[in-house]
């Protein structure tokens, strides 16, 4: 089974901050790696397949790179909007989650 | 508008069994694998379940194997997760998602439902 690891598991942070997350998984995955947004209450929104490709309607704020084994999800400036967890997801071997990160208010 | 509705969870007994729906609308559903994700309360997403559009290859996490079916009915646009020996581990929101892609073999999931809950309790 492939494990996939973020960091950290909470970052606090302001609005207008440049974050990033970290996702390693236990192999090489191909790239095959995806990151959702996902609020309390509600479910999970796609941002981000094949690693960097950006989904339809997400702002560009948002982006993704890495390769092998080591992703990250970038968001440019902060917005109110963003603060959320975010799990990355690998689809190379079946489909397995990170174990979230929160991004909270700091 | 792209579409996924669940429905049939509820309070349930250890040991009981239940089955989820997933009523799809919006896009040509046979050509889409579909999953079940479920979330327990305060933790993370765990992938359950994958289904081929044609609904002839199924696929299970080893945590549910042969205690949960998946299946689907086409002509209704509807995916089912049968679930059996309910266990208190089980207690979580079941998310029904769809593949963004139409292709063979894994994908991201770009669609997914509100989610049903499912609390297993004495």
């Known amino acids: 089974d492939i494990q996939m690891t973020q960091s950290p598991s909470t970052l606090s942070a302001s609005v207008g901050d440049r974050v990033t997350i970290t996702c390693r998984a236990s192999?090489?995955?191909?790239?095959?790696l995806a990151w959702y947004q996902q609020k309390p209450g509600k479910a999970p929104k796609l941002l981000i397949y094949?690693?960097?490709s950006l989904e339809s309607g997400v702002p560009s704020r948002f982006s993704g790179s890495g390769s092998g084994t080591e992703f990250t999800l970038t968001i440019s400036s902060l917005q109110p909007d963003d603060f959320a967890t975010y799990y990355c997801?690998?689809?190379?071997?079946?489909?397995?989650f990170g174990q979230g990160t929160k991004v909270e208010i700091k | 508008e792209v579409q996924l509705v669940e429905s049939g969870g509820g309070l349930l007994q250890p040991g009981g069994s239940l089955r989820l729906s997933c009523a799809a609308s919006?896009?040509?559903?046979?050509?889409?694998?579909m999953s079940w994700v479920r979330q327990a309360p305060g933790q993370g997403l765990e992938w359950v379940s994958a289904?081929?559009?044609?609904?002839?290859?199924?696929y299970y996490a080893d945590s549910v194997k042969g205690r949960f079916t998946i299946s689907r009915d086409n002509s209704k646009k509807t995916l089912y997760l049968h679930i059996n020996s309910l266990r208190v581990e089980d207690t979580a929101v079941y998310y029904c998602?769809?593949?963004?892609?139409?292709?063979?073999?894994?994908?991201?999931?770009?669609?997914w439902g509100q989610g049903t809950m499912v609390t297993v309790s004495s």
């Open positions: 998602v769809k593949d963004r892609e139409v292709a063979a073999g894994a994908g991201a999931f770009d669609i």
């Open positions: 919006g896009f040509i559903f046979s050509t889409y694998a």
């Open positions: 289904i081929s559009g044609s609904g002839g290859s199924t």
């Open positions: 192999q090489s995955i191909n790239g095959w």
């Open positions: 094949k690693a960097s």
């Open positions: 997801q690998q689809y190379n071997n079946y489909w397995t």
